[in-house]
């Protein structure tokens, strides 16, 4: 009977965390749409001037990682875990605020980074305060926090069911799913992703994507999908050695940290001059990916974007990984496409988003549900499937990007 209150506790807490966390999201969509025009601007009048727009954005940053708040550095998931795992989702108010500052300085300015991240670590922060306001219980608490972690990466995805699933495996590396958050995290996501909605419109699960049953039996294109896992979950080791390796780097610098971030963001705006699509959270690559652009294009734009966002956020800059893993695994699927003549890049690109999601943020469930819900239709969770489990398998619990997951669930 306890157990069932709790429920009812938590999945009514978690209605009112998906709506703030919605209207939060409107919110940071507006400052970003304000922040891109600023940027746009700058590259009307001269194309380099978007360099030192992106190195003040990194001065805001590295001023607020060390006056206000260190949680707003890298990746927003990850100091989301971390309050959930470590603190029983107790997470600061002025962090949760200087998250959002600190993003659309970092990305709105001309860096490389998603909102995805950052907005699961803003919804955590709102189901802090929430199940605080209502006095829940420590274990309570927890619960709405995750399910605001879940709510946050709804909230930008609009895809509910994918981030209700990513709330029960975000918080391991390995295999694991946390008990007591599923029902209640549906609640969040879709209150969260509805808002954003009625507020923004496009809902995104409108791709279409057709997929004849007869190319699911192809064993060419099943082949194909298992190559993309294989590469996928080995392209996720070699994001997060190179990830880590840059953050300790900078870590070791004898510098302010006011500056380091102002140097990550120069860097990664340098790279976005020479290829503007890098530039913020990599939407405009996953449209690329499905087009008809060649291998060596798409190679390079992979390699740019993947070095443009580990620069950003190794240095402390505020952003996330999700959009540009989605982005990277678009482009891989796509590369795949094209050197094996498949002609289907739309298919290949959205199987190189769940295989790289899997392999470097642990979460091949929620990857899969991805492809579906933004693919509009079940025919694509064959090949996800085996793209995702392959790549979750090759990369291994150490290619997680996010340090603070458990190891296993009890």
């Not at 899997?358 to 085996?386: D, F, K, M, N, Q």
Request: aromatic share 8%.
């Amino acid at each position: 009977m306890r157990s069932a209150r709790r429920l009812v506790a938590i999945s009514l807490a978690g209605i009112a965390v998906g709506v703030v966390t919605g209207l939060a999201y409107a919110a940071l969509a507006e400052a970003m749409r304000i922040a891109r025009d600023i940027h746009s601007l700058a590259y009307s009048l001269a194309p380099w001037l978007t360099v030192p727009l992106a190195v003040l954005g990194g001065v805001v940053t590295g001023f607020i990682l060390k006056y206000v708040s260190p949680d707003v550095a890298g990746p927003g998931i990850d100091a989301a875990i971390n309050a959930i795992v470590r603190r029983w989702g107790l997470m600061k108010l002025r962090t949760t605020v200087a998250k959002f500052v600190a993003t659309v300085a970092t990305v709105g300015l001309g860096a490389s980074g998603g909102l995805v991240g950052p907005m699961a670590q803003i919804g955590t922060g709102i189901g802090s305060r929430i199940s605080t306001l209502l006095k829940m219980d420590r274990l309570s608490r927890k619960r709405v926090a995750l399910v605001g972690l879940g709510a946050g990466i709804a909230s930008v995805l609009q895809a509910p069911v994918s981030g209700a699933l990513a709330c029960m495996e975000i918080l391991y590396r390995g295999p694991g799913l946390e008990a007591g958050v599923l029902v209640p995290s549906l609640f969040a996501t879709f209150a969260s992703a509805l808002t954003t909605y009625l507020l923004l419109g496009g809902w995104y699960s409108h791709l279409e994507i057709h997929v004849p049953r007869a190319l699911l039996l192809n064993p060419r294109f099943l082949a194909c999908s298992l190559i993309v896992g294989v590469a996928g979950g080995l392209l996720s080791m070699a994001f997060s050695r190179t990830y880590f390796s840059l953050e300790n780097l900078f870590q070791r610098m004898r510098i302010p940290i006011v500056v380091k971030p102002a140097i990550g963001c120069c860097i990664a705006a340098t790279i976005a001059l020479a290829f503007p699509s890098v530039y913020g959270t990599g939407w405009d690559l996953v449209w690329i990916s499905i087009s008809s652009a060649s291998a060596s294009l798409l190679a390079t734009l992979l390699v740019a974007k993947m070095f443009a966002t580990i620069f950003t956020l190794s240095s402390g800059g505020s952003g996330g990984i999700f959009a540009p893993t989605i982005a990277i695994g678009a482009l891989l699927g796509s590369i795949v496409d094209n050197v094996f003549g498949l002609h289907r890049p739309d298919l290949m690109a959205l199987i190189g988003i769940a295989s790289m999601l899997s392999g470097l943020c642990r979460v091949p469930l929620a990857a899969v549900v991805l492809v579906a819900e933004v693919a509009g239709g079940v025919y694509t969770l064959p090949p996800a499937i085996i793209a995702s489990l392959v790549s979750y398998l090759v990369a291994g619990p150490k290619a997680t990007i996010y340090k603070s997951q458990l190891e296993a669930s009890p």
